[in-house]
């Protein structure tokens, strides 16, 4: 059962995406919460059936699917819904298990780095410069303990963690360099999406395996 109505909602979900990235109302809000929605059910069949911890992650999708609207009509407060949302997956994977130390080098490389990366840019983006600065602090905080949980307590739901993770990381970088560079593309929105949806599908889908 639990597998047919993961690949239901998977299939519902990719038809949603194509809605709203390549269909006849391309970029409605509705269509893009409705696809986001397909994971969300999916995280609140297993949250169900698993109890426990498991709410806290069904309740950061929820907020996901929120911001997914919010992001749309205002960015800085979707930045900031979003920046909620990771706050509620870092909860999750510390109760999945202890943080490991290897955890905080990694987490100060990847901020490092970006902040090198943007140093000139950042002081030229006016209201977004402040949730541009501070959301990659819980969202490398995210990947950096998601990162650890396949060998810190190893099986499918860790290895869906920590690849969702990675996903939604990569995804709001390569849309955070857009919003940083101010070079928008389809091709860019397309990479987003696809690597956003699968990202909230994989984080959904470790509390049904």
Request: net charge positive.
């Amino acid at each position: 059962m639990k597998l047919f109505l993961a690949v239901v909602l998977f299939l519902l979900m990719e038809g949603g995406l194509y809605l709203y990235l390549d269909g006849p109302k391309r970029g409605d809000l509705r269509c893009k919460a409705l696809t986001t929605l397909m994971p969300v059910l999916l995280g609140l069949y297993g949250t169900v059936h698993r109890g426990g911890e498991s709410w806290v992650l069904f309740a950061a999708l929820c907020v996901c699917l929120v911001s997914d609207v919010l992001i749309g009509v205002h960015f800085v407060a979707g930045v900031f819904s979003f920046l909620a949302a990771h706050v509620l997956l870092i909860v999750h994977l510390l109760l999945q298990a202890q943080p490991t130390p290897w955890s905080i080098p990694l987490w100060a490389l990847l901020y490092l780095l970006l902040f090198a990366y943007y140093r000139k840019t950042i002081p030229t983006l006016g209201e977004k410069r402040v949730p541009l600065c501070v959301y990659p602090v819980f969202l490398f905080g995210m990947l950096s303990l998601a990162a650890a949980l396949p060998f810190l307590r190893p099986g499918a739901s860790s290895v869906c963690l920590a690849l969702g993770a990675l996903c939604f990381t990569v995804s709001d970088l390569i849309l955070a360099d857009g919003v940083v560079t101010q070079r928008e593309s389809s091709r860019r929105d397309h990479a987003v999406m696809h690597l956003y949806e699968p990202a909230v599908y994989l984080l959904a889908l470790s509390v049904v395996l």
